[in-house]
């Protein structure tokens, strides 16, 4: 199972972008990248998914180099209500075998 | 509202008592997985099951138990509980295997006294 790496907190501006990268070297041929945001005393919730290059939705950007051995969270112009902690998580695409298995996450502080 | 349904939001017990905790997954999700997260601690996967039948185990004590029933709900069985099973558990439902995209609900908040 592929092992996640996340730097431990960050922290940043209102309006400024916040970019968190998640190592996971022994990333799996079949394994997608998820990342989901968790409020204090609130359960994960999903924001965005990739394979590989680039993913984009309304909230955030995902970049995934051509080895997958890393992926990159990007949230344009951070307000003070993305002060969360934020989660990388590597799942296998396995039909009988799925894991979740969450690392230790990115706690990022937003000041104003 | 995320669409998955925990039971109770809140509980308090004490040492070696034995309590449980419900799961209603999302619309249409066969999949069900619970989580543990102790303060400020991160989250530990404990046990899935898809269609009624468990499928991946992770680090769930014994004293600790689930089963998933034909309407797909789930529930979570902590006996002789311990101050240390204070927590968060949290269920999250998948249709099947997307590869992470999964709905969580809101938790349980476990106080052992």
């Known amino acids: 199972l592929a092992k996640t790496t996340q730097p431990i907190s960050m922290d940043s501006y209102e309006g400024q972008e916040v970019n968190i990268t998640c190592s996971h070297n022994n990333i799996a041929t079949n394994d997608y990248i998820t990342w989901y945001q968790q409020f204090p005393s609130q359960g994960p919730r999903f924001i965005i998914q990739g394979y590989k290059t680039k993913v984009t939705n309304e909230v955030a950007s995902l970049f995934i180099p051509a080895d997958r051995k890393s992926s990159t969270l990007s949230l344009p112009r951070v307000s003070l209500s993305d002060t969360a902690v934020y989660y990388c998580?590597?799942?296998?695409?396995?039909?009988?075998?799925?894991?979740?298995?969450f690392g230790t996450g990115t706690r990022l502080q937003v000041f104003p | 509202d995320s669409g998955v349904t925990q039971t109770p939001k809140h509980l308090i017990t004490a040492t070696g008592q034995r309590v449980t905790l419900r799961c209603s997954p999302r619309?249409?999700?066969?999949?069900v997985y619970w989580y543990q997260q102790s303060l400020d601690q991160g989250l530990q996967f404990l046990i899935q099951y898809y269609n009624g039948e468990e499928r991946a185990k992770g680090n769930i004590l014994e004293r600790f138990s689930a089963q998933q029933f034909p309407d797909l709900h789930s529930e979570l069985n902590l006996s002789s509980l311990e101050l240390g099973d204070s927590a968060l558990y949290f269920c999250a439902s998948s249709v099947e295997v997307t590869g992470g995209g999964y709905t969580f609900g809101s938790g349980t908040r476990l106080t052992v006294v």
């Open positions: 998580l590597v799942a296998l695409a396995s039909y009988n075998t799925d894991k979740l298995i």
């Open positions: 619309s249409g999700d066969l999949s």
